[in-house]
């Protein structure tokens, strides 16, 4: 636990943020923050004693307002990034292949190595998934039917729900979705 007072934390935090900006030459936060011309030129005379006598004063210098609608958004955002995070931990302990992977999150080779040998599945779904049986063939297309929409519609949750309802490997389900696409595109361009 730090032995600073919350008001000492706060000032130390306010004067590295302003001598940052003051020594970057990046003075309009400054002046948005109220400190006028004459106040950034005594603030940039001061030696570094001068600032950590500052910054521990228990005296506020600053009014301090949260931005509600910002904080909010910013929550939000990060709440949808947890979530896809989760999501992509729970789809590569699924099995997911590395092009679902990139297909639904832009997945580098590299990074879904490293997810992967995160969670210890180094070894495991490495090549081509095994073809799956009729019966498995027959569950999974009545389930992916159901969704009415296209792979590449599909979102990660979407698949991991088919492979959740089936109980068959996502590397599987994946292979033979494909494989139904590429199907279907054949018959199209047959009847045509």
């Known amino acids: 636990m730090s032995s600073f007072k919350p008001e000492t934390i706060l000032n130390m935090n306010i004067f590295d943020y302003v001598c940052a900006c003051a020594e970057e030459g990046d003075y309009g936060p400054l002046h948005d923050i109220g400190l006028g011309r004459d106040d950034i030129i005594k603030i940039n005379q001061l030696n570094m004693r001068d600032v950590i006598r500052l910054s521990q004063t228990k005296a506020h210098i600053l009014d301090i307002r949260v931005n ?73 297309y009545k389930a992916y039917e159901h969704l009415k929409t296209s792979p590449e519609n599909m979102s990660a949750r979407q698949w991991i729900d088919l492979a959740e309802e089936t109980n068959i490997s996502l590397r599987t389900i994946w292979q033979y979705v494909q494989q139904i696409q590429i199907d279907s595109f054949q018959l199209t361009q047959e009847d045509h």
């Open 68 to 140: 509600r609608e910002r904080l909010h958004n910013m929550l939000n955002s990060l709440n949808i990034r947890r979530k896809e995070d989760d999501d992509i931990n729970q789809l590569i302990r699924m099995g997911a292949p590395q092009p679902m992977m990139q297909s639904l999150f832009a997945i580098t080779p590299g990074d879904f190595t490293d997810k992967r040998k995160l969670f210890g599945l180094q070894d495991e779904g490495v090549g081509r998934a095994p073809e799956p049986s009729d019966d498995e063939q027959h569950i999974i």
